[in-house]
């Protein structure tokens, strides 16, 4: 069976994992052809690090990395260091990891943020299914200002 992990974070003010694990359950195929393989880490800077253990050591084929950077100057430094772990942990392991960071400053009324980490979430988790099992999908929405938290910006007219 295959394995799609995903790996979240005590810092977020929002259960993003919890919100990627339900969507995977939704996907044809969970429990059968895949499963969902969570861990949570302490802050954002040790999702790269827990992104390659889930792939090396638990066997996912995919990764959802969730994460929230505060609204300090120094959470974006944190939160850009933190992506550069990401990507080394897909270089070394040649498996994609979805970063999916919701930024506190991204809206100020804490419904809407919410509402944000959740959509974002949902997407991203989607995302990481149709990348394994379904990249048709992905390719029938390129170039249509597809947006993971936000409604879709559309397409540019030629």
């Known amino acids: 069976m295959d394995r799609i992990g995903v790996v979240d974070t005590m810092f977020a003010r929002y259960d993003m994992g919890a919100e990627a694990v339900d969507e995977l359950a939704s996907c044809p ?4 052809v895949f499963e969902v393989v969570r861990r949570t880490v302490p802050g954002f800077k ?3 690090v827990e992104a390659k253990r889930l792939i090396e050591v638990d066997g996912c ?5 969730l994460g929230m950077p ?3 100057a120094i ?3 944190c939160a850009h260091e933190a992506s550069q772990g990401i990507m080394l942990a897909q270089l070394l392991t040649n498996t994609h990891v979805l970063e999916v960071f919701v930024h506190e400053t991204e809206e100020d009324d804490p419904s809407r ?3 944000v980490c959740a959509d974002r979430s949902r997407k991203h988790a989607r995302n990481a299914y149709w990348m394994l099992y379904e990249p048709e999908q992905l ?20």
Not at 139 to 158: C, S
């Open 46 to 48: 040790d999702l790269g």
């Open 29 to 32: 195929g969970h429990g059968t």
């Open 75 to 77: 959470d974006q430094v």
């Open 139 to 158: 390719t029938r929405r390129a170039g249509l200002g597809v947006r993971q938290g936000y409604e879709d910006a559309g397409p540019l007219a030629p």
């Open 70 to 72: 505060g609204r300090a």
């Open 113 to 115: 943020l919410a509402g």
């Open 61 to 65: 084929r995919i990764v959802v990395a």
